[in-house]
């Protein structure tokens, strides 16, 4: 037997299946998706089986074993495998990159240098003690031992062998179980035991009277009273025996309540369920646009149309963005489905995910809720696939492999036969032409599902306020708005967009921005430390008294904060309870759960925050939103920087008004006539599409053409912008001459870490050449460019372009 074994070597020449032997005593056990050990060159490393054969085109004394089998189950499903290869194929990305992304991190392995020792009696006296009876050590402890450099010595003499070892990252949580006898027994046991041993009998009477066939350790020992040393007399008098057993990580409880009861569908809500409902009883791959207002009932509709395939004896996968921004969410499932739900979000520890997703491939759990990668959750009866607020950048992942969870959402339901949700109540621009060119279906709700009136919006000219006087960030308006508010005892939420938006020391005689030296950026103004940040490379700096260019003292912090809203804020409203939540305050785990849970309790006014504040909160007594700065994320460089203002507006006046109190939003900038802004009052999502569409047709951006960017960077300049061209005249060589080739032009970001950058861009409506070319380039890159310092990255429908 053969086994096709992708390895964990991340180079060009090397992304290919590699035949290794199957030792014959493995054949019952070796099936594709197993994980193995098998030799690389001088490595041992982790691989994939990928395929089993009978024959290998290599002359069977080149073809080396497995050594090792760590799988005794496969952990990638057929289904998973062949997802790597389309994944690997359309991003142009490694394939086992492909394989590794669909896993939990603690499943990659982990790769450590090892010392072994090879001729025992030639090692010095100072380094025999170290060893102890060890036969091998990490680098690292002898690094720490400090015998680093007569370690090397010793390899370059052959008396030892420095060697990489392969590690499992995984661990599982095992407690120690006692396994106790029956009464019987434990009745015998004391009768037997001496006089004096009164500690024993004691816990003999103890355990006769909570009868139990096992029990944890630590249990009995809490409990009993009795200590550890008893216990294992016991244990060696093998009257007690004791066991390791698995056990899965105790998550937090949400705090978060929820009744768990479905709600009476409105008919709106109805007619979309239906339709979803027959797609999956006629076992049919369709892919739906939901697009609701916010409060329409969305997430109602997932959980009904989950408890509809759940009903078949099939599962569901939920896509949220960062699902730890939405606690609520998870609540609200977690009290539908209870101990059916799996939950992968970030702020677990690495340990917890693994448990969570063993969970799903044992088929314990039915629903599994996540970020991004849950779309690779290892179900194999798949009845559903939701990706809610489908337009958020996130679902794209921005290294490699830079997949949409989107598009391998639908890849999975093509594969099950089964429905997708898409649901948004502001569609990317993509999606939405393809729900009127019936691509998708579109199911639309026009209604909130409360019958609430979807909140008035103002738009505050700020140029006004300044002209008029008022320095502060907040307008009059707004500053009324909240007294009102605050007498009434309602809630508000203000929302700081800081998207596109830095604070940075300028200085105000010569206008000098200080900026990151490594990188052409501005430095980010941290005020807990007083530095200067530069959130692309990590440098850190004092802030500069002077200004480096022309000495003026007059160089100084410059924009708005968080923090500064809050003092600002202090002055206005002195009597306001304010939460602040933005990276700073929600550093610690379960931090942002914490805060929107007291807000919710009403221990909080006022809930100030950037962009994690915009999505997802239901809480009836949120009457009032504010935007500050609602045009700073109109600035990027970004094609897509209308788009992504517009449905920052439209998500957070969703907070309004959600429950019996009608809401009210506003909405202050410098750029009132913009028509993201204009339009975001009515919240009317058609009108704004139109317009962004013409937009988009004029200069030729999706979704009326595709874009790949290309991106090279190189520490010398001239070899970055040569490269760049060299590259781009590659592909304008092979590619049809219906696609446009622009560039190569420096990238928005030029320097990066001291890296100079260029990008090209290649949009297309159809080109059937893209991909071969691109693995072409890849190809070219790697076996000739890549030695010369070059760094070249694919990136297929980029979310952004910087
Ligand atoms: P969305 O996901 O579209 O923002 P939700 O599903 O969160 O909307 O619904 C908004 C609010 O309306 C929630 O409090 C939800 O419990 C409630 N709701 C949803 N559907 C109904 C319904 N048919 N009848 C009454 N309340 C509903
Ligand atoms: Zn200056
Ligand atoms: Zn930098």
């Given at each position: 037997m053969i086994a096709e074994v992708i390895v964990d070597v991340a180079a060009y020449p090397i992304d290919r299946p590699f035949d290794y032997a199957v030792p014959v005593e493995w054949e019952s056990v070796m099936e594709p998706g197993v994980r193995v050990k098998v030799p690389f060159g001088p490595r041992k490393v982790i691989g994939y089986v990928t395929g089993i054969k009978t024959?290998?085109?290599?002359?069977s004394d080149k073809i080396k074993p497995v050594?090792?089998?760590?799988?005794?189950?496969?952990?990638?499903s057929a289904e998973l495998l062949e997802l790597s290869r389309w994944m690997a194929a359309e991003t142009i990305a490694y394939e086992i990159d492909a394989l590794q992304v669909m896993?939990?991190?603690?499943?990659r392995a982990k790769y450590e240098k090892i010392m072994r020792v090879i001729?025992?009696?030639?090692?010095d006296e100072a380094f025999r003690k170290f060893l102890g009876n060890r036969e091998q050590v990490t680098l690292k402890q002898l690094q720490d031992a400090g015998l680093l450099s007569g370690a090397k010595k010793y390899s370059k003499e052959g008396i030892v062998q420095i060697d990489t070892a392969v590690q499992q990252k995984t661990k599982m949580k095992k407690v120690r179980m006692i396994h106790i006898p029956d009464t019987e027994h434990l009745e015998a046991a004391l009768a037997d035991?001496?006089?004096?041993?009164k500690k024993q009998a004691e816990l003999l009477r103890w355990l006769i009277l909570h009868p139990s066939s096992s029990l944890e350790a630590s249990e009995i020992l809490n409990q009993s009273g009795v200590n550890a040393s008893v216990l294992k007399t016991l244990l060696d008098k093998q009257i007690i025996e004791q066991s390791q057993v698995e056990v899965y990580r105790e998550l937090d409880a949400p705090k978060m309540r929820d009744n768990g009861k479905p709600e009476q569908l409105t008919d709106e809500q109805q007619v979309a369920l239906a339709a979803i409902e027959q797609a999956s009883d006629r076992q049919q791959a369709e892919t739906f646009?939901?697009?609701?207002?916010?409060?329409?009932g969305k997430t109602e509709i997932y959980l009904q149309a989950i408890d509809h395939v759940l009903k078949q004896g099939k599962e569901a996968i939920v896509l949220v963005p960062?699902?730890?921004?939405?606690p609520q969410m998870t609540a609200r499932f977690k009290a539908r489905f209870g101990e059916l739900v799996a939950v992968l979000h970030s702020g677990l520890s690495s340990g917890e995910k693994y448990d969570e997703w063993r969970r799903i491939h044992r088929g314990e759990v039915k629903v599994a809720i996540g970020?991004?990668?849950?779309?690779?959750?290892?179900?194999?009866?798949?009845?559903l696939l939701i990706l809610d607020e489908?337009?958020?950048?996130?679902?794209?992942?921005?290294?490699?492999?830079?997949?949409?969870a989107r598009d391998v959402a639908i890849w999975r339901a093509e594969y099950h036969q089964c429905p997708v949700i898409l649901g948004s109540a502001t569609p990317s621009l993509e999606s939405y032409a393809r729900a009127t060119k019936d691509v998708y279906t579109l199911l639309t709700l026009t209604k909130r599902a409360k019958q609430q009136a979807l909140p008035s919006v103002q738009i505050i000219d700020m140029r006004e306020e300044l002209k008029a006087g008022n320095r502060s960030m907040f307008s009059l308006g707004l500053a009324e708005a909240m007294r009102e508010r605050l007498e009434r005892k309602e809630q508000i939420v203000l929302l700081l967009n800081k998207r596109g938006f830095s604070s940075f020391v300028l200085c105000?005689?010569?206008g000098t921005v200080v900026e990151c030296p490594n990188c052409d950026i501005s430095l980010t103004y941290h005020r807990s430390t007083e530095s200067l940040k530069c959130h692309y490379c990590g440098h850190e700096q004092p802030v500069p008294l002077?200004?480096?260019?022309?000495?003026?003292?007059?160089?100084r912090f410059f924009g708005t904060g968080t923090q500064k809203a809050q003092e600002e804020l202090a002055k206005i409203v002195p009597e306001a309870r304010v939460i602040r939540m933005d990276v700073d305050t929600t550093r610690t785990k379960g931090a942002h759960e914490r805060l929107l849970y007291d807000f919710g309790e009403g221990k909080a006014d006022i809930l100030l925050g950037t962009?994690?504040?915009?999505?997802?909160l239901d809480f009836p007594r949120i009457t009032l939103v504010g935007v500050l700065a609602?045009?700073?994320?109109?600035?990027?460089?970004?094609?897509r920087a209308a788009e992504k203002t517009f449905q920052l507006l439209t998500q957070v006046s969703?907070?309004?008004?959600?429950?019996q109190l009608p809401g009210e939003v506003y909405i202050q900038t410098?750029?009132?006539?913009h028509y993201a802004i204009e339009l975001s009052k009515t919240q009317e999502f058609e009108p704004f599409y139109e317009l962004e569409l013409a937009r988009r047709r004029q200069l030729g951006y999706p979704p009326y053409y595709y874009v790949t960017v290309v991106h090279f960077s190189h520490e010398d300049v001239l070899k970055a912008a040569d490269y760049a061209q060299k590259g781009t005249s590659f592909m304008a060589e092979r590619l049809s001459p219906s696609s446009f080739i622009i560039g190569p032009t420096a990238a928005a970001?030029?320097?990066?870490n001291n890296r100079y950058r260029y990008q090209c861009l290649v949009k297309y409506k159809?080109?059937?050449a893209l991909i071969p070319v691109l693995q072409q380039l890849l190809k070219h890159y790697k076996t000739n460019?890549?030695?010369?310092?070059l760094v070249m990255s694919i990136n297929r429908e980029p979310t952004a372009i910087f």
């Open positions: 024959e290998s085109e290599l002359e050594l090792e089998i760590l799988d005794l189950e496969p952990v990638l896993l939990p991190a603690a499943m001729k025992l009696e030639q090692l035991t001496h006089p004096n041993a646009l939901l697009h609701g207002v916010t409060g329409s960062e699902i730890s921004l939405t970020a991004r990668s849950a779309v690779f959750a290892p179900f194999t009866n798949l009845g489908e337009h958020e950048a996130t679902y794209k992942q921005e290294e490699s492999p830079r997949y949409h105000r005689d010569c002077e200004c480096p260019e022309c000495t003026s003292e007059h160089i962009q994690m504040i915009a999505k997802g609602a045009d700073t994320s109109l600035h990027l460089a970004d094609f969703g907070r309004a008004g959600r429950d410098y750029d009132p006539e970001i030029s320097r990066l159809q080109e059937p460019w890549a030695k010369d310092g």
